[in-house]
C-alpha cells in the first residue's frame, strides 16, 4: 500500500486547511485509517482515526471540534479537514493505514501498518 499526503501549507491561526491521503495497491475499504501529528523536538501523536466504512470516528482530545476526519472509499482517499487551527497545530502530518483485525480504528502508531510521506502544516500567530 502506498500513501500519499497532500494539502499542507502555512495558515494563520484561526485559519483552516484540508489534508488528503490517496492510498493505491490495495483494496482501501479494508483499512481503518488514521492521521498522527509530529511537531519540531516531540514525539509522532495520534490526531484522529476513522473505520473501514467511515461510520466511526476517534479523536484526539486537543483536536475535538476543529477537526473533522472523513472518507471517500470510491476515491481511495481519507481526509482532514482542520478549522479554527491554532499555532500548536503546526506540524508533520502523516496519514496511516490499518491492516489489522480488529474492528474499530485505534489510536495507537503500533496499530498501522502503512504510513504516508507526510505533509508540513505551519500555523503562524
Known amino acids: 500500500v502506498q500513501l500519499q499526503a497532500s494539502g499542507g501549507g502555512l495558515v494563520q491561526a484561526g485559519g483552516s486547511l484540508r489534508l488528503s491521503c490517496a492510498a493505491s495497491g490495495r483494496t482501501f475499504s479494508s483499512f481503518h485509517m488514521g492521521w498522527f501529528r509530529q511537531a519540531p523536538g516531540k514525539e509522532r501523536d495520534f490526531v484522529a482515526a476513522?473505520?473501514?466504512?467511515?461510520?466511526?470516528?476517534y479523536y484526539a482530545d486537543s483536536v475535538k471540534g476543529r477537526f473533522t476526519i472523513s472518507r471517500d472509499n470510491a476515491k481511495n482517499t481519507v481526509y482532514l479537514q482542520m478549522n479554527s487551527l491554532e499555532p500548536e497545530d503546526t506540524a508533520v502530518y502523516y496519514c496511516?493505514?490499518?491492516?489489522?483485525?480488529?474492528?474499530?480504528?485505534?489510536?495507537?502508531?503500533?496499530?498501522?501498518?502503512?504510513w504516508g510521506q507526510g505533509t508540513q502544516v505551519t500555523v503562524s500567530s
Open positions: 496511516a493505514a490499518d491492516d489489522g483485525w480488529s474492528g474499530s480504528p485505534s489510536q495507537s502508531q503500533t496499530r498501522y501498518d502503512y
Open positions: 476513522i473505520g473501514r466504512s467511515g461510520r466511526s470516528t
